[in-house]
């Protein structure tokens, strides 16, 4: 099993846009909005800790929307979304190539602001 913390790291710093209430990337509406769900305090604990350290790298110039909630009843989403990535190669493949595009993006615009801000 994954430690929650490294879990927690890797999903927040890497594999979901934080920035976008409503949705990520191509996928819109609520049900895409980035959400954390959390089984205690020690998991709410780490989740605002690493939310409040993201927001003060200033890594991103709008703040992280990423909310933090109590995990609930779980229900699985349906068959045909399970295992995306084997049932639709292509789109996948499209997806997760527009998706380094828009991080590489965004990591030259953090060094443009950032070189800005020296001068």
């Not at 594999?15 to 980035?34: C, E, K």
């Not at 890594?59 to 349906?78: D, G, L, S």
């Not at 045909?80 to 828009?102: A, C, D, S």
């Amino acid at each position: 099993m994954v430690d929650f913390k490294v879990f927690f790291h890797l999903y927040m710093f890497t594999s979901v846009l934080n920035l976008d209430a409503f949705g990520q990337f191509q996928d819109r509406g609520s049900q895409y909005r980035p959400i954390i769900f959390v089984q205690d305090g020690g998991q709410k604990a780490i989740a605002e800790k690493s939310k409040l350290h993201l927001a003060e790298t200033e890594k991103y110039t709008k703040p992280i929307v990423t909310e933090i909630r109590q995990a609930t009843v779980f229900w699985p989403a349906e068959n045909y979304h399970q295992q995306f990535y084997k049932k639709q190669p292509k789109r996948y493949k499209k997806i997760q190539q527009v998706r380094k595009q828009f991080l590489f993006y965004q990591r030259i615009k953090n060094k443009w602001r950032k070189k800005d801000r020296k001068k």
